[in-house]
């Protein structure tokens, strides 16, 4: 634990089951619940009754907004409405941890990005599939100390379960989700350029399609883009095939191409039979190993609060984030539909 006083903080939207991590996470540094809000509608309430008894619910997002012993609103609401949320969670002098992705459209992204440059907030979309993957913490020393020399590639994939029966109407909603590009392989952006070192980079092409579910013609259940920045080149695919016969949600993985080898992660599973997730292979020219990464740290959280205490962006700068909520964007809007 750290010198910081006791972290506290506020739920505001619980739509997406996202939230069962962020207040697990923030509960394991230590940090208070002052309580949580949301619509009646919402279909994961449920669950996060179940999860969290402890935690009471307010009537009315005010009385969180207006607590002035609260650091940070987290955030799961439906993704149209998390732009609005956040500022004005900023605007109340909040810090605010919201789920990807962060904001839907353009115009939300600019607002949020001029709220947060005048209040001088945090605005951090937990992009889990970095940040909640303990095998990304490992990739990233090792990257770091150029055990595969300089990041050429990427190849990020993103498969999903759709559990149709579980999904909420705006799931299937482009205007409320965002669309598959921009909710999803956000995720993918982000590692790509967290491990290339990019500050920005193009969208060489992007392409959507319903490929398999005409009775939801509404839904995008593919999705890819080859974006560059430089040498540095990535391909990403997202998708909602993901059949019931595996044993997780979804068979994440990412390869890290370098001058000098290569680092497969299988983020969620090891399908040739190793238990549990968090599986990362080696590849150099000093041979080829796994490392099983299950022990390794999740640092964003404890970053967080150092951030929120000493007004920093250790877990991850604003320029990093605006700039992955950018991009996704611009693949969304000039992706060609299949």
Known sequence: MSDYPKLRFGVIGIDHRHIYDQVTSLLAIGAECAGYWTHDRVHTLGG?????PEIPRVADQRQLLEDSTIHLVTCAAIPCERAEMAVQAMQHGKDFMVDKPGVTTFEQLAEVQRVQRETGRIFSVNFTERFEVRAVTVATE????GAIGRVLQTIGLGPHRLNRHLRPAWFFDPQSCGGILVDVASHQIDQFM???????????NSRVGNLGHPDDPGLQDFGEILLSQGSASGYIRVDWFTPDGLDTWGDGR??????????????YIDISG???KDHLFLVNHKGSRYLDCSEAPLPYYTDLRHDIFE??????THAHCFKVCELALKAQEQAERI
Do not use: C, Q, S, W
């Open 48 to 52: 996060f009754v179940e999860r969290f």
């Open 142 to 145: 090792l990257v770091r100390n």
């Open 194 to 204: 967290h491990f290339t070192g990019a500050a920005d980079a193009r969208i060489i």
């Open 254 to 267: 990412l390869t890290i191409l370098g001058t000098e080898g290569y680092i497969e992660l299988r983020k």
């Open 274 to 276: 190793r238990p549990g």
């Open 311 to 316: 007004r920093t962006e250790t877990a991850m």
